[in-house]
């Protein structure tokens, strides 16, 4: 019930001026998501941690602004280290548009990255555009087979999925969106998480295991183990402003950690969402409200 109630405040427009209002959360915010974005990519990177930086933005509604988001990226390109990754949605690319036009975007984002030694993946979103995303992430891997998908544990067919991608890069997370017929439960929702890295740590891909549990930050060790992968085989990622002393730990041990870096001015779906896929957050964040008043 929290979870759904907190998916329909992302899309409240009312709700959005409200909370974007309070001062407080403005604070909040900063922990969470970059102002500087280029500063918080240097900072990082000297403690040894990895990036991968989001543009934040989504369902464009015209053909401008798409070309903006693509300039946004090509500009956030400079500011990147060899090995950094950008993640990209492509409803800001304009797919809902037309897919041609975010297979486009999409691809002029992979050359120019190529070009600096940066990867990219793609976002996974709302439920009725995963088929076009694999779509376009297949035709994309013709040119640039380094491009990174996202699959979502909640979704039943995760599984599936999964084991089509194959030789791919491929970030695994819970979800924070919702479907028909969709995992709900914690329980259920890791369940499908784990089913799903165990066929990725088996596979000939790169898995990017996408949590701030401990329980499935184990089992991933576990399962790297148990298949054969070395610390270079796979990489843990977690959200900016999330566990950092987890973060730090991981690196410390040898393991690729790669923190995700949302930045611009369109972060109140970004939040929203994140409380609606771990509700316990929104106590750590009324928490953080508070201490900071």
């Not at 309070?22 to 990082?44: H, N, Q």
């Not at 988001?69 to 800001?92: E, F, H, M, N, Q």
């Not at 996202?150 to 997370?173: F, I, K, N, T, W």
């Amino acid at each position: 019930m929290l979870r759904q109630a907190l998916l329909a405040v992302s899309k409240s427009r009312r709700a959005e001026r409200l909370i974007a209002a309070s001062p407080l959360t403005r604070d909040v915010v900063r922990r969470y998501v970059a102002g500087d974005v280029g500063g918080a990519v240097d900072e990082l990177s000297r403690r040894g941690l990895r990036v991968s930086v989001d543009h934040l933005g989504e369902d464009v509604t015209g053909r401008v602004q798409a070309e903006d988001t693509v300039i946004a990226y090509l500009s956030l390109l400079r500011l990147l280290p060899a090995g950094a990754d950008v993640s990209v949605k492509l409803t800001a690319l304009g797919l809902r548009l037309s897919e041609e036009l975010a297979f486009d975007h999409a691809a002029a984002i992979c050359r120019a990255a190529a070009a600096r030694n940066v990867t990219v993946t793609l976002d996974a979103e709302e439920h009725d555009t995963i088929a076009m995303l694999h779509a376009v992430h297949a035709a994309l891997r013709k040119e640039h087979p380094d491009v990174g998908v996202v699959v979502q544990a909640y979704l039943p067919d995760s599984l599936d999925r999964c084991e089509q991608l194959g030789d791919a890069r491929v970030r695994l997370c819970k979800g924070a969106y919702t479907a028909p017929g969709a995992y709900t439960s914690t329980a259920d929702i890791d369940r499908s998480f784990v089913r799903c890295l165990k066929v990725l740590m088996a596979g000939a891909g790169y898995p990017m295991v996408a949590t701030h549990d401990p329980r499935l930050v184990r089992i991933a060790s576990t399962l790297a183990v148990l298949d054969g992968r070395d610390p270079a085989g796979f990489e843990y990622q977690m959200l900016y402003g999330v566990r950092p002393d987890e973060q730090a730990r991981l690196a410390a041990l040898g393991f690729t950690m790669r923190v995700y870096i949302p930045y611009g001015a369109d972060w109140y779906p970004y939040l929203m969402r994140r409380l609606a896929e771990r509700p316990r957050n929104l106590a750590f964040f009324l928490r953080s409200l508070l201490s900071r008043g």
